[in-house]
């Protein structure tokens, strides 16, 4: 497995925690004080389409890394939790980093 894979994954899980992070403080703001309707709109709608990118991402480490089906939605399903990616996403890292490493050739000097 191609440690671009891992890279990939890290990136979106944490991008997908910020905003579903800044979409709960837009969600307060609506609800609790009934303003920025518009911006909560537009958060949600832009988490929404990252989260599709994560859940692609997540997917094709999974397959790669050979999860079980359990791990695989606990991870897909980390995206939809606030602050849930950040966890899963360091446990992910640590139990996925021996497995790129064990695989990328070392570097020939000339």
């Keep these: 497995m191609k ?3 891992l890279t990939r994954y ?3 899980a944490y991008v ?3 905003m579903l ?3 709960s ?3 307060v ?3 609790g004080f009934g303003v920025g309707e518009d ?3 537009a958060v949600s709608q832009a988490h929404g389409f990252l989260y599709i990118i994560y859940l692609v991402f997540a997917f094709d480490l999974g397959s790669k890394a050979k999860w079980p089906v ?3 939605l606990w991870v897909l399903l980390a995206g939809t939790i606030p602050t849930a990616a950040f966890f899963v996403e360091r446990k992910v890292t640590r139990e996925t980093l021996p497995l790129v490493s064990a695989e990328e050739p070392e570097p020939v000097e000339a």
């Design 3 to 5: 440690s671009s894979v």
């Design 10 to 12: 890290r990136v979106m």
């Design 16 to 18: 997908t925690a910020v």
């Design 21 to 23: 992070l800044i979409m």
């Design 25 to 27: 403080a837009c969600m």
């Design 29 to 31: 703001a609506k609800y």
């Design 39 to 41: 911006l909560t709109f």
């Design 70 to 72: 359990g791990k695989l």
